[in-house]
């Protein structure tokens, strides 16, 4: 939800994308100059009390949003006594009205109000512009784009600022790319919106004050993701074009993050190892430049924040020409706006470890941002931020961080100020309030908070803290903060000290004496199975993973799954693809195989089905499938590339053996090594699977020898 100038520029909730690189080490290219002991300027206090925030500066983007649109109607628009009054609620509704996707009834009456004043005959171009978008936000593309197409020429003989022009002529991309209309159109709407973007920084579009606001139009990477990279040749010789009358300050911070963007590009997010020397000297040499642009763009405006909010990142990769820190950078930022997203993003990027950063500097930063009480702005948030990112990117224990009392005490404070003064986002922060009490084992907390959420739980925080995948945690907080809580949680440590056999015994007695908690009862016979995984595991070998006959501890995309008489498991999807998983979090480092045999049938050739592996605390998964039909083994989904490698000599039945080692993917096919694939995840716990596709209702295949063992690292 977000209104239409702030849709356009796709950029209130963009991130930075540092990727995972290492700081360079290679050999034809030199390092960057080691960086001077910054002992000059010492770190900042965050000011709690500045009245500089993006409360205001929404104030301000209001006040240009209605001096550009609403009264430039009221003194040049194409006006009419019978639509007048309309025409100026209509403009209003299609700025500030929190349209959707998908179409909701807002979003219809909106449009109707549109539809409306074309019917009188209004043929004013900002009006007829606002109707085409109206059509967007019902998802009717085509007629969107037969509006603005239409109008954009009439623009050009109004009076209105190019501004207007431009985010009517973003839209028009955004409908082919909705369409799916060929590439070569697309790349014609891209051009004219860059056209126009060009000219509306140089016609009076933006005031002598509003460099910020223009700055929001002039993120290259954001328009790069959402079309493919056709934006980003572009971005330079529009600036340079357009240079004489652009705001310096703009032009400058504009270029600066042109450059750092396409030097990343070049240089790309993997290891610095597999940078080629060539990508290399393109990142240093736009970095040194783009660190030049930022520094005069300071002194510029030392006001502003998006240039000492750039510089972290320059500072940060190592191309700083200065003695300033990160932190340094960050303090000049938010002293021109506290809650200056961007300056979040890059800073707590610089605590990460690949940067230097420990998670003691992690977690003091966000004690900092939490103590502020600023909950009239993001800033307190940033603490849940910077525990999250302890979670997911630290491989260290941070046991001791979370056992600290000022942890779940500013992190309760946290969520409930947040819940009262941001109550949209209250099932969010009620969530991350739940999953810290998972974390502090502070489990009947936890329970009665997910009583009270029910169909709104939010899984992401369960994720950002543990590594266990977050549909198996809520399932024991439900059992935790139960009634019978305690014998599982005594059973859970039991395991974890390798003393099976004991927690066997509280399960059993679980069995024979239902407690009557329906969720208890039914999870009695999920830990059961996992449990024997666990005794399997400490034997140093293969596991079986053949499930049981109630299917206990698998997780069932589609329903076309069964097990014979023999343990063989069998697979019938009906059409659609689905997926089979084992609700057991390995260590990285896992070995996995199992046996395929399509059944016979006419409809055997049109099934695919494989192995299905996906990240503990991600919800997608990637597939390594075999397909009788074209006899090809294709390997796609999350944290891989699509692969698809002709097969030689598929018999009757075919092992599939997948070895997940650190960042790689080897895969064999009856004995052969066939694929050996780079991943773009790092080392992480892993949950495995099956999955089966068949493009119709017939037939199937069978699944035996399905089996896991840990491998490498994993067997430590």
């Not at 606001?213 to 010789?237: D, F, H, N």
């Not at 979040?344 to 930063?365: H, I, K, N």
Request: aromatic content about 10%; overall charge neutral.
């Amino acid at each position: 939800m977000r209104n239409w100038i702030l849709v356009l520029t796709l950029l209130i909730a963009a991130t930075c994308c540092l990727g995972a690189a290492k700081k360079p080490a290679r050999k034809a290219v030199p390092k960057p100059a080691a960086k001077s002991t910054p002992a000059v300027i010492k770190p900042i206090p965050l000011p709690a009390n500045s009245t500089h925030t993006q409360a205001e500066f929404d104030k301000r983007l209001a006040q240009f949003v209605d001096r550009i649109t609403v009264e430039a109607y009221g003194e040049i628009g194409t006006r009419d006594p019978k639509w007048d009054d309309a025409a100026i609620k209509f403009i209003k509704a299609v700025n500030v009205e929190k349209l959707s996707t998908p179409a909701d009834d807002e979003a219809l009456k909106v449009c109707e109000q549109g539809k409306s004043l074309m019917d009188q005959g209004c043929n004013d171009p900002l009006v007829v512009s606002c109707y085409g978008i109206a059509e967007f936000y019902v998802e009717r593309y085509a007629e969107s784009e037969g509006v603005l197409r239409k109008v954009l020429p009439e623009f050009a003989k109004s009076r209105y600022h190019k501004y207007c022009a431009r985010i009517a002529a973003s839209y028009v991309v955004h409908d082919r790319v909705y369409q799916g209309k060929p590439q070569q159109e697309i790349v014609e709407a891209c051009k004219q919106e860059m056209d126009l973007l060009g000219q509306s920084l140089v016609d009076g579009s933006y005031g002598p004050k509003d460099q910020s606001i223009a700055l929001l139009q002039l993120k290259p990477e954001e328009r790069t993701s959402a079309t493919g990279g056709i934006y980003e040749p572009l971005w330079k010789p529009m600036l340079n074009a357009k240079q004489p009358g652009i705001d310096p300050y703009v032009y400058k911070v504009a270029l600066g993050r042109w450059l750092v963007n396409s030097g990343w590009r070049t240089r790309g997010t993997g290891w610095a190892s597999d940078v080629s020397d060539e990508a290399w000297q393109v990142f240093e040499k736009n970095l040194k430049q783009a660190d030049k642009l930022f520094r005069e763009a300071y002194k510029l405006r030392p006001g502003l924040p998006e240039a000492p909010a750039e510089m972290v990142r320059i500072t940060l990769a190592g191309y700083s020409s200065g003695t300033e820190t990160a932190r340094n950078w960050f303090d000049r930022a938010v002293a021109a706006q506290l809650d200056f997203v961007y300056a979040y993003d890059y800073f707590t990027w610089s605590l990460m470890p690949r940067w230097g950063g420990t998670p003691e500097e992690m977690y003091a930063f966000g004690l900092e941002c939490a103590k502020t009480r600023r909950f009239d702005t993001s800033v307190p948030g940033w603490m849940w931020t910077a525990l999250a990112q302890m979670g997911i990117d630290f491989q260290v224990d941070t046991t001791s961080i979370w056992k600290d009392p000022r942890t779940i005490e500013w992190v309760t404070t946290v969520c409930d100020e947040y819940t009262k003064t941001r109550p949209q986002q209250a099932e969010l922060w009620q969530s991350r309030k739940a999953a810290a009490d998972w974390k502090t084992q502070r489990y009947e907390d936890a329970y009665k908070i997910l009583g009270n959420l029910t169909y709104k739980i939010h899984t992401d925080p369960f994720a950002q803290v543990d590594s266990t995948d977050p549909i198996i945690i809520l399932n024991k907080i439900r059992v935790y903060g139960g009634p019978a809580g305690k014998q599982f949680v005594e059973a859970d440590k039991l395991r974890k000290a390798r003393k099976f056999e004991e927690a066997r015994a509280i399960y059993e007695k679980l069995t024979k004496n239902p407690t009557g908690d329906p969720a208890a009862d039914g999870f009695v016979n999920h830990e059961l199975e996992t449990l024997k995984t666990d005794i399997s595991l400490s034997k140093d070998g293969w596991v079986d993973l053949t499930p049981n006959n109630g299917f206990s501890a698998w997780r069932q995309i589609g329903t076309g799954w069964s097990l014979d008489e023999d343990g063989t498991i069998v697979a019938k999807p009906d059409r659609v693809p689905f997926t089979i998983t084992y609700d057991y979090t390995f260590r990285p480092g896992v070995e996995v195989e199992a046996e395929f045999e399509p059944i016979p049938g006419g409809a055997s050739d049109a099934l695919a089905a494989g192995i299905a592996i996906r990240r503990a605390r991600s919800t997608s998964t990637f597939n390594i499938t075999l397909s009788k039909k074209d006899g090809k083994l294709a390997m796609q989904g999350s944290g891989i590339r699509d692969v698809s490698t002709p097969i030689k000599n598929l018999q009757a039945r075919n092992t599939i053996n997948v070895k997940i080692g650190i960042q790689q993917a080897t895969v064999s096919v009856n004995g052969k090594t066939v694929a050996d694939e780079y991943l773009t995840f790092a080392s992480t716990d892993l949950i495995v699977g099956l999955c089966c596709t068949n493009s119709v209702s017939e037939g199937g295949v069978k699944i035996r020898g399905f089996r896991l063992r840990q491998i490498g690292s994993g067997r430590d």
